[in-house]
């Protein structure tokens, strides 16, 4: 699916896709209740629509993301409910049967985390857990009994810490999908920095992505 996506927005790469394979995988219905956090350009919540659902509602702190994700919408003629806030601030008091995310997960060279741009896309903070930790305590809130929630990340930021912290809420988490790609131009601009810190290797430059499965039994 071809994805429009404006200035400023994450573009769907390699991690959307992958996230978007796994989900088209799954058995959705007019009735599935889905939610895309994280949204962007809304490429995967679409997906969903693709596969059958019609109750699909994104997410995104950006309000050009939103713009964005509707523009989308519009264009392949799905339904998409957009909600702007911060992870699941705007369906506190939602309840939903699939949970897609594509979280910022790119370490950085602060804990300070961007507040527009592009980067707004992949900086994560120092261990690049700063939204994926939260996405791990938050997004199970809002998972339905029977849910499922999908997360997809790279290797570099702890993919077990991610299954420990989503067990630590009570689901069942497996990686499910694995990839390899070569560092693109934010890990090949960063590398001295990873390397330093010990988080990649001298000679490094194949990026590890998974995607982690969590479901409520």
């Known amino acids: 699916m071809r994805a429009f996506r404006l200035p400023g927005v994450y573009p769907p790469q390699r991690d959307t896709w992958l996230l978007a394979e796994v989900l088209s995988q799954e058995v959705l219905t007019p009735t599935t209740r889905v939610l895309d956090i994280c949204a962007g350009t809304g490429a995967v ?21 939103l713009i964005n994700a509707w523009i989308n919408a519009r264009i392949h003629r799905w339904p998409l409910r957009l909600r702007r806030g911060d992870l699941i601030e705007p369906v506190r008091n939602e309840l939903f049967d699939v949970i897609v995310a594509n979280p910022p997960y790119v370490p950085a060279g602060s804990d300070r985390l961007p507040t527009g741009g592009a980067a707004r896309g992949w900086d994560a903070g120092r261990d690049g857990r700063a ?3 939260r996405l791990c305590v938050q997004g199970p809130e809002v998972l339905a009994d029977g849910g499922r929630l999908f997360i997809v990340q790279s290797a570099l930021s702890g993919v077990e810490k991610t299954i420990a912290m989503l067990e630590e809420q009570g689901l069942r988490a497996e990686v499910v999908r694995r990839t390899e790609l070569p560092f693109g131009p934010v890990l090949s601009g960063r590398r001295a920095m990873l390397v330093a810190r010990g988080v990649i290797r001298p000679d490094q430059c194949i990026e590890e992505l998974a995607v982690i499965k969590a479901s409520r039994m």
């Open 131 to 133: 939204v994926l930790d």
């Open 45 to 65: 919540g679409l997906t969903a629509c693709r596969a059958g659902a019609v109750q699909v509602t994104a997410v995104d702190v950006s309000r050009r993301a």
